[in-house]
């Protein structure tokens, strides 16, 4: 009897502690790299679009006429940098109205729901990544296995393909790009500057990360036809100057040194962007072979 109650208890206890503290809840990063967390030099990229990510995971910062926009918060860790980057090009932090992803993964929203909490800026996420978020990773047909990879946070508006995202003087199309995950997305949008309008795209390469074959992915049937979709779809994208989810994947140390002059003509690259398309491409094509 002494040992039912106290069973009783901790089974209270418990409950009590589930429903109440579920941001608290334990979250395990499943890895990260060096260069994931080394601090990066802020940059002004073209017009109002700015870096201000790690030296790797990339953030991008558009500012606007009534406020201004971050695309991705890189880890939990990255949340100071990414302040510190905000305001050392001198943009209040406070002055994020809105908060956008490329996908949900926890290299590139692991600072979302804190950022979230201090700007209370409004969370705009591509609706097949909405779940995702809201449980902190754990229902991610590849990342899931892990448990819960970033604190859980929840979208106050659902982004359909093609929607468009106002704020002040900016508009910038949501493009729906799956296969990473069910719900990642590039942007597309114009940036002005002293001389001229930039066509700009941030891109999310469909980079593939799980070893089985296709067939034998459950939790995501459609993940071949969705991969040759993003494909082919991104190949036929116009703009002036791209940029991604991670520094690496549009070569930015090649491109920018840490104190270099304002250079938009550094990121007018079609060659690297096709070349980076037609590698995924081939890996694609690669694990179709294996089908
Ligand atoms: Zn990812």
């Known amino acids: 009897m002494r040992q039912y109650s106290r069973y009783i208890i901790l089974l209270l206890a418990f409950f009590a502690g589930s429903s109440s503290t579920i941001s608290a809840q334990k979250v395990t990063e499943p890895k990260t790299k060096e260069e994931w967390s080394r601090p990066y030099e802020p940059f002004r990229i073209a017009g109002n679009l700015y870096y201000v990510g ?46 956008l992803i490329t996908h949900a993964h926890y290299d590139h929203v692991g600072g979302l729901a804190e950022i979230k909490k201090m700007t209370k800026a409004k969370l705009l996420v591509n609706e097949n990544d909405a779940p995702v978020l809201a449980d902190g990773g754990m229902s991610d047909y590849a990342l899931g296995i892990y448990g819960r990879s970033f604190a859980p946070v929840k979208a106050d508006r659902l982004l359909h393909d093609h929607d468009t995202i106002n704020l002040g003087n900016m508009h910038l199309v949501m493009l729906h790009h799956p296969g990473h995950t069910k719900g990642s997305c590039s942007y597309l949008f114009d940036v002005k500057d002293e001389k001229r309008t930039y066509r700009v795209l941030i891109a999310n390469m469909p980079s593939i990360i799980i070893e089985k074959k296709f067939s034998k992915e459950t939790a995501y049937p459609n993940i071949a036809n969705d991969y040759a979709y993003t494909l082919s779809h991104m190949k036929k994208l116009s703009f002036d100057i791209w940029v991604a989810s991670h520094a690496s994947q549009f070569n930015l140390h090649n491109k920018h040194h840490p104190g270099d002059a304002y250079n938009p003509d550094a990121f007018m690259d079609r060659k690297g962007y096709d070349e980076e398309l037609n590698d995924l491409q081939k890996q694609y094509d690669q694990k179709m072979e294996e089908e």
Do not use: C, M, R, W
């Open 54 to 99: 790690t030296y790797d995971l990339g953030s991008y910062l558009i500012t606007t006429t009534k406020g201004n926009i971050l695309i991705n918060t890189g880890l939990a860790a990255s949340v100071p940098q990414i302040k510190h980057n905000v305001e050392k090009l001198g943009f209040k932090f406070n002055d994020i109205k809105i908060l």
